[in-house]
């Protein structure tokens, strides 16, 4: 069973750092590019950034660009958001995806975490 | 990166069809077959219901049925069912400028 379960969400305060990680399971983790997504309280979805299978190519939604480094280990079947320079504008339910050979077509998501950033 | 432009509600009776609409530009919608529609219920994840415009994932009843015509996708539910009521998600594939892609703004389909 595919099984993505993300971690280390919480309380940080602006300008703060916190990093997410993505364990996956149930699948050849080496083999999907993935996709980090973002959803304000009572809003819709956001793009964040985008890792290929191998690292070789990474995207950020300008919004976070230059604050957030995604990153993963294939060995360890995981997936990371390090995010630096944290705003009120980044607090979120914080979900990473598996693309599913087509581009932002997450088959699989996980359930999400939460990300407050409050003073 | 602007978000794709989605009517914020729609509604049907039960066994009526609805279609909801998904604008983009000749950037994303238009430029790319790689329109994708989520389901999300409250408290959830967001579900794959189309992928590549009009493809459904295994499990995807086809009462789901996704399409496009220049830069507008639409999703369109038939024999509506109480369990369909939820928001609903498209995004679009943007071109490999540093860009992945682009989310729309979501629509609240209620089941009447």
């Known amino acids: 069973e595919v099984q993505l379960v993300e971690s280390g969400g919480g309380l940080v305060q602006p300008g703060g750092s916190l990093r997410l990680s993505c364990a996956a399971s149930?699948?050849?983790?080496?083999?999907?590019?993935m996709n980090w997504v973002r959803q304000a309280p009572g809003k819709g979805l956001e793009w964040v950034s985008y890792?290929?299978?191998?690292?070789?190519?990474?995207y950020y939604a300008d919004s976070v660009k230059g604050r957030f480094t995604i990153s993963r280990d294939n060995a360890k079947n995981s997936l990371y958001l390090q995010m630096n320079s944290l705003r009120d504008e980044d607090t979120a339910v914080y979900y990473c995806?598996?693309?599913?050979?087509?581009?932002?077509?997450?088959?699989?998501w996980g359930q999400g975490t939460l990300v407050t950033v409050s003073s | 990166q602007s978000a794709l432009t989605q009517p914020p509600s729609a509604s049907g009776s039960p066994g009526q069809s609805v279609t909801i609409s998904c604008t983009g530009t000749?950037?994303?919608?238009?430029?790319?077959?790689?329109v994708s529609w989520y389901q999300q219920h409250p408290g959830k994840a967001p579900k794959l219901m189309i992928y590549?415009?009009?493809k459904r994932p295994s499990g995807v009843p086809d009462r789901f049925s996704g399409s496009k015509s220049g830069n507008t996708a639409s999703l369109t539910v038939s024999g509506l069912q109480a369990e369909d009521e939820a928001d609903y998600y498209c995004?679009?594939?943007?071109?490999?400028?540093?860009?992945?892609?682009?989310f729309g703004g979501g629509t609240k389909l209620t089941v009447l």
């Open positions: 995806a598996r693309e599913a050979g087509t581009p932002l077509a997450g088959d699989y």
């Open positions: 000749s950037s994303d919608v238009g430029g790319y077959n790689y």
């Open positions: 149930g699948f050849t983790f080496s083999s999907y590019s």
């Open positions: 890792i290929s299978s191998s690292s070789s190519t990474i």
């Open positions: 590549e415009v009009s």
């Open positions: 995004s679009s594939y943007a071109g490999s400028n540093n860009f992945r892609g682009v």
